[in-house]
């Protein structure tokens, strides 16, 4: 039962009340699917009191540069009024004229990682343009989530993130949705045993059976795997029910959990 552990979960994106549904709506549109969820703080910790979680590290992602310094104040100022609730990550984007500036702000905002969604913000991971990030990311020690996978496009699939990975040892990846959404078993044989590369479970569970989860955990190792639901996609409560559904072990449960991503974002609670 998810009351015998901690729970973080480490991929959740939120939005001002006035823009929520417009950009829940969005992404719906994106994936083809329909949220159940709003995508506000207030619905987020609600959703996640019910389905058991603790503690939520929270996003959202910038389509334009010029969105970049109102997002990481939002994500600050929401991360400030959740009572210990929430740790955030800032946004970035290739197109900005100032990327040390831009990193440099959210650093003084103490926002604890970056999210990247290069499906979305539409840029391949290796492109050069990004290079001044993961340089920067990785000079300041900041962990970067990045939406990995998609069959549909070519922007974030391995061929795409391994030659970064390589390149950049030092700078830590958790690469959502199992590596590789929609490509999630491939994903996985790509990426194993790559030091500093992690995943998340999120999108993943509705789509694969647990057998599957389980085979591609323990291809990554539990160690490498942190509990995610990528709400306001998925209800926190149904996403428990179909980790819980894979069958892992205590101790797996607990790395997955919240060890993990205490240990990855130095996550006190």
Not at 124 to 134: L, M
Not at 218 to 224: D, E, S, V
Request: aromatic share 10%; hydrophobic share 40%; net charge negative.
């Amino acid at each position: 039962m998810v009351k015998d552990f901690t729970v973080i979960d480490s991929h959740c994106h939120i939005y001002p009340e006035k823009i929520a549904a417009k950009a829940v709506g969005g992404t719906d549109n994106f994936y083809d699917i329909v949220s159940k969820c709003l995508g506000t703080t207030e619905d987020l910790v609600a959703r996640g009191k019910k389905a058991g979680i603790d503690h939520f590290i929270v996003q959202s992602v910038a389509t334009t540069p010029k969105q970049v310094k109102s997002i990481n104040e939002f994500i600050a100022m929401s991360v400030k009024e959740s009572n210990g609730l929430f740790t955030g990550l800032g946004t970035l984007h290739p197109d900005s004229e100032n990327q040390r500036a831009d990193v440099e702000h959210l650093v003084e905002l103490s926002l604890k990682g970056i999210k990247l969604h290069p499906d979305i913000q539409q840029f391949a991971i290796d492109d050069e343009r990004c290079i001044k990030i993961y340089e920067l990311c990785e000079e300041f020690n900041l962990p970067v989530l990045m939406h990995t996978g998609d069959n549909r496009y070519d922007y974030s699939n391995p061929n795409r993130l391994l030659p970064v990975l390589k390149r950049f040892k030092n700078l830590t990846v958790i690469g959502a949705h199992f590596g590789g959404w929609s490509i999630w078993e491939d994903a996985c044989k790509e990426y194993a045993g790559i030091p500093n590369f992690y995943v998340d479970c999120s999108s993943s569970l509705y789509a694969i059976t647990p057998e599957a989860a389980k085979k591609v955990v323990r291809t990554y190792g539990a160690q490498h795997v942190l509990f995610a639901t990528d709400y306001p996609m998925w209800d926190p409560s149904e996403e428990i029910e179909r980790f819980l559904a894979i069958g892992l072990t205590k101790e797996e449960n607990e790395m997955i959990f919240s060890k993990n991503v205490r240990k990855i974002f130095d996550i006190k609670l």
